[in-house]
C-alpha cells in the first residue's frame, strides 16, 4: 500500500504519531514514550511500520491499543482534514504568509508578522501546560473569516485566548477599547467576548475569554474590563492555578468535540 499519511499530534502531554489510510481511516498510532506501535488492524502491519520507519528512534513494540475511551472513539473517527489538533500556534497566518510573503522590502513591518510572533508566543506558553493537564488547540477557524487565536481546555474551565503584539508600548484598556501606544484606540474587547461567546455556543459549555498583551512595556487598566481577562505573555501560566471546574474525562470530551472541524462550522 502507498500514500500513507504520518500525523503528528499531542495526547496527555505526550507525542502521538498517527499513521492514516489514504481515504483518512487511521490505521495505528505511535507512542514515543512508551516506544509502542498501537495497532488498529493487523492487516497493515508492514506498511505502518514501513511509514513510520523514519520516525522510529529504537526498538519498539507492536500491538493491539488499549480499550478507547469515549474521547478515543471519537477521535478515532475523526477524518484528518477535519481534525483542528495538529494546527500549530498561527496556523492561518502562517499558511497566508507562505502562500502570499507580500514585498522583500517594506517601509513598515507586515503586520501579519508581528501578529504571528504574538501568537507563537502564547501558543507555545499554552502548549508547555500540556503536561498539567490542560489541553489547547490553536488557530480554530469560525465562519465569516474569523479565528479563535488559542482555546485552552483544562481542570479550571474553558479559555478563548486572543494575543496582541504589543511590543515595547503601553497599553490602555478602557473597556471596550484597547489602544497601543499613541495609536487610537479599537473595540478589541468586542470581538474578544464574541469569539468566546461562539465557543460556547458550539461546546455548550463557558468559555471565558482572556486578552494577552504580548511584550507590553505598561499595562494600564483603570477599571477591570466586563467578563475579559487581561494578562501580558509572563502572566499566562498563571491560567492553570485554576481548577475544580472539570473533571479529566470532561477535558477529554471536549477537547475531543473542539478539535472537530465540524463543531464550529455553524456559529
Not at 3 to 13: E, S, Y
Not at 30 to 52: I, N, P, S, T
Amino acid at each position: 500500500m502507498n500514500g500513507l499519511r504520518v500525523i503528528p499530534t499531542w495526547h496527555g502531554g505526550r507525542e502521538r504519531l498517527y499513521v492514516c489510510h489514504p481515504d483518512g481511516r487511521n490505521l495505528a498510532w505511535y507512542d514515543r514514550e512508551a516506544a509502542r506501535v498501537h495497532l488498529l488492524g493487523q492487516d497493515h502491519e508492514e506498511e505502518v511500520l514501513q511509514a513510520l520507519g523514519p520516525f522510529l528512534t529504537g526498538p519498539v513494540s507492536v500491538g493491539p491499543p488499549p480499550v478507547p475511551t469515549p474521547a478515543e472513539l471519537a477521535r478515532l473517527s475523526l477524518h484528518p482534514d477535519d481534525d483542528l489538533a495538529p494546527n500549530r500556534p498561527g496556523e492561518a497566518l502562517l499558511i497566508a504568509l507562505d502562500r502570499d510573503p507580500g514585498p522583500a522590502r517594506l517601509l513598515r513591518p507586515d503586520p501579519r508578522r508581528r501578529a504571528l510572533t504574538a501568537e507563537l508566543t502564547v501558543g507555545e506558553a499554552l502548549d508547555r501546560m500540556d503536561g498539567a493537564g490542560w489541553r489547547t488547540l490553536h488557530s480554530i477557524p469560525l465562519p465569516g473569516g474569523d479565528r479563535i487565536h488559542h482555546l485552552l481546555i483544562g481542570p479550571g474551565g474553558l479559555y478563548a485566548v486572543h494575543a496582541l503584539y504589543a511590543h515595547r508600548q503601553r497599553v490602555t484598556v478602557t473597556d471596550p477599547h484597547v489602544a497601543l501606544g499613541r495609536r487610537a484606540p479599537a473595540p478589541l474587547l468586542r470581538r474578544v467576548r464574541a469569539g468566546a461567546d461562539r465557543a460556547s455556543y458550539a461546546l455548550t459549555a463557558e468559555v471565558r475569554p482572556v486578552l494577552v498583551l504580548v511584550g507590553a512595556s505598561q499595562v494600564i487598566v483603570p477599571a477591570p474590563p466586563r467578563e475579559v481577562r487581561v494578562l501580558t505573555d509572563a502572566d499566562v501560566a498563571g491560567l492553570t492555578r485554576q481548577g475544580g471546574v472539570l473533571k479529566p474525562a470532561d477535558v477529554e470530551a471536549l477537547h475531543a468535540m473542539a478539535r472537530d472541524r465540524n463543531t464550529w462550522s455553524r456559529v
